[in-house]
T-cell receptor, first 111, second 113 residues
């Protein structure tokens, strides 16, 4: 059974800090992994997508890495801002039609 | 390019009733996946539709069913509603080979009383 775990469940940091969110998965035979942001009561906004053959992806202040052999992905956020406050979710894709989410990390960036 | 849209935004039903939720996929996408997100949890995969047929299903009972139409839009139907069905229902569109990932709509908040 595929399981996706995100640690920590919640994180509070002062503005300007660099931070790392973690995602681990039990089955390493993944197709891709996608990081999302979710604001309260809203849908999911895609941040970064990593294919199984890739090691990392970058977009602005965000960098996501993937280590399939250890079943881990990290999302690095540089120079955090209050506007980054949200819940961050990772979704692991298997084949074309099976996707498993973690429970998310709730981030609060204090001004 | 039109994004993923869902309707209605909010819905209140009573236990035992039936509900239909709707999703329009992003332009160019031929696959729709539905998810249930309980409060404080990550989304759980319900099923996926491609070419108007179910193309994968998560651990949900048969009272959760769906349709996909020739224009790739989709419906999620839930019969015999239970209190635990209260959740945010999300749809995501993609190509059948999700090389560009999935794109989500804003969701429908269902409350079952």
């Amino acid at each position: 059974k595929q399981e996706v775990t995100q640690i920590p469940a919640a994180l509070s940091v002062p503005e300007g800090e660099n931070l790392v969110l973690n995602c681990s998965f039990t089955d390493s035979a993944i197709y891709n992994l996608q990081w999302f942001r979710q604001d309260p009561g809203k849908g999911l906004t895609s941040l970064l997508l990593i294919q199984s053959s890739q090691r990392e992806q970058t977009s602005g202040r965000l960098n996501a890495s993937l280590d399939k052999s250890s079943g881990r992905s990290t999302l690095y956020i540089a120079a955090s801002q209050p506007g980054d406050s949200a819940t961050y979710l990772c979704a692991v894709g298997y084949n074309f039609n099976k996707f498993y989410f973690g429970s998310g990390t709730k981030l609060n960036v204090k001004p | 390019e039109t994004g993923v849209t869902q309707s209605p935004t909010h819905l209140i039903k009573t236990r035992g009733q039936q509900v239909t939720l709707r999703c329009s996929s992003q332009s160019g996408h031929n696959t729709v996946s539905w998810y249930q997100q309980a409060l404080g949890q990550g989304p759980q995969f319900i099923f996926q539709y491609y070419r108007e047929e179910e193309n994968g299903r998560g651990n949900f009972p048969p009272r959760f069913s769906g349709l996909q139409f020739p224009n790739y839009s989709s419906e999620l139907n839930v019969n015999a509603l239970e209190l635990d069905d209260s959740a945010l229902y999300l749809c995501a569109s993609s190509l059948i080979d999700p090389m560009d990932g999935q794109f989500f709509g804003p969701g429908t908040r269902l409350t079952v009383l």
